[in-house]
T-cell receptor, first 111, second 117 residues
Framework: AQRVTQPEKLLSVFKGAPVELKCNYS??????LFWYVQYSRQRLQLLLR??SRESIKGFTADLNKGETSFHLKKPFAQEEDSAMYYC?????????????FGKGTKLSVKP | DAMVIQNPRYQVTQFGKPVTLSCSQT?????MYWYQQKSSQAPKLLFH???????NEADTPDNFQSRRPNTSFCFLDIRSPGLGDAAMYLC????????????????FGPGTRLTVL
């Protein structure tokens, strides 16, 4: 079964501390993985996708097929990073890029 | 700015009274999606349109229907809302190129929060 698991409902760190939001997935084929973010009172938006291999707002994520993980990392958290983060999966061969979301992790960065 | 618009932002309906949520886009994307998100849960895909081709998820209740009269608009109809249908409903759009297997970013609307009394 296709599934995305984000084990942490809430993650609280201090400004300047490293942050890692965990994401594990279950998929039989070759998935494409994404991180979406929702800032307070804003809409859900794409943060990054694994095929882009780019760093957005200081965040990176590496797809580890052996561990079926796609953890989101940032070396130094900022207060403006406080938001809800969703890991999502889309499977090749699936229909038109449908996304399967995890339940989300709320990141709180304290001053 | 090109965007995805959802109206209304808040909708209150009565148990069993049909309700329609609307979504419009100025992005000219060929795919439009409807997601249901209940409190503290992941957004769950209900169905999507690839152009005029309707694709229903297997576990979407029959109570939920959709219409896409043109590229810009897509509607979610709940025929007989139950208390369990209270949720945030998200509309999203993207582009999909058949044969290339290209997954493009989904652009989300702000959502409509549905309350069922």
């Amino acid at each position: 079964a296709q599934r995305v698991t984000q084990p942490e409902k809430l993650l609280s760190v201090f400004k300047g501390a490293p942050v890692e939001l965990k994401c594990n997935y279950s998929y039989s084929g070759s998935p494409e993985l994404f991180w979406y973010v929702q800032y307070s009172r804003q809409r859900l938006q794409l943060l990054l996708r694994h095929i882009s291999r780019e760093s957005i707002k200081g965040f990176t994520a590496d797809l580890n097929k052996g561990e079926t993980s796609f953890h989101l990392k940032k070396p130094f958290a900022q207060e403006e990073d406080s938001a809800m983060y969703y890991c999502a999966l889309s499977g090749l061969g699936g229909s038109q890029g449908n996304l399967i979301f995890g339940k989300g992790t709320k990141l709180s960065v304290k001053p | 700015d090109a965007m995805v618009i959802q109206n209304p932002r808040y909708q209150v309906t009565q148990f069993g009274k049909p309700v329609t949520l609307s979504c419009s886009q100025t992005l000219n994307h060929n795919v439009m999606y409807w997601y249901q998100q209940k409190s503290s849960q992941a957004p769950k895909l209900l169905f999507h349109y690839y152009d005029k081709d309707f694709n229903n998820e297997a576990d979407t209740p029959d109570n939920f229907q959709s219409r896409r009269p043109n590229t810009s608009f897509c509607f979610l109809d709940i025929r007989s809302p139950g208390l369990g249908d209270a949720a945030m409903y998200l509309c999203a759009t993207s582009t999909w190129t058949s044969g290339r297997g290209t997954y493009n970013e989904q652009f989300f609307g702000p959502g409509t929060r549905l309350t069922v009394l």
